[in-house]
């Protein structure tokens, strides 16, 4: 396990973009199968197509853009260890999280060839998605700013990402779900 650790930890030094890249494609997918085997229970019936979005979202997606966002912050120099870790918690949760998950939400629809939820999934998903969010990475990222070297801070926001994208697999599920519903009372309104 030790030497696997090693391994990992060169390529994210040699090749950190890639690497990153391939990590959250990984994760995004496998967040997506427990969702839809643990929580969802679908068995036979496990929606490939719904990884395969999910797992293209985090690796050509959200990968590049964490891995971008994390140098720049590392990028930034505070005048003391504290203001740092505010500031670069403050810029993550407050800057960066409001449109990443709009953009989450939005990029799904989008790779379901459903142009016309984007507006409504956004609208079902975006403020409960955002509050547990906070819950989860504002205590995370006070963890990871403040006691991981920066070159392993995208790894550990990817290992509790594990259990984040399992949520956001189902959220987007449900957001989907009112969406459609959203859209079909709009229809039926108008012919009212």
């Not at 853009?65 to 740092?84: D, E």
């Not at 407050?94 to 989450?104: H, Q, S, Y």
């Not at 998903?125 to 990871?144: A, D, H, K």
Request: with cysteine; glycine share 6%; proline share 5%.
């Amino acid at each position: 396990m030790a030497s696997l650790l090693r391994g990992y930890n060169a390529l994210l030094l040699r090749r950190p973009m890639l690497t990153q890249c391939v990590t959250a494609g990984l994760l995004f997918g496998a967040g997506d199968i427990i969702a839809q085997q643990a929580v969802e229970r679908r068995g036979a019936d496990h929606d490939f197509a719904r990884t395969a979005r999910l797992t293209f979202y985090g690796g050509v997606m959200f990968g590049p853009a964490m891995t971008k966002w994390y140098q720049l912050l590392n990028r930034i120099q505070f005048k003391t260890p504290t203001k740092a870790l505010v500031y670069r918690v403050w810029l993550d949760q407050c800057i960066l999280t409001p449109g990443a998950v709009i953009v989450f939400f939005g990029s799904m629809a989008l790779l379901e060839g459903k142009p016309h939820e984007v507006v409504p999934r956004i609208g079902a998903g975006y403020v409960p998605t955002l509050l547990r969010n906070w819950s989860v990475f504002v205590p995370t990222q006070v963890i990871n700013f403040w006691l991981v070297p920066p070159h392993l801070r995208f790894v550990v926001v990817s290992v509790v990402s594990l259990f984040w994208n399992t949520y956001l697999s189902i959220a987007n599920s449900r957001a989907k779900e009112q969406a459609e519903e959203y859209i079909e009372e709009n229809k039926v309104a108008k012919k009212v």
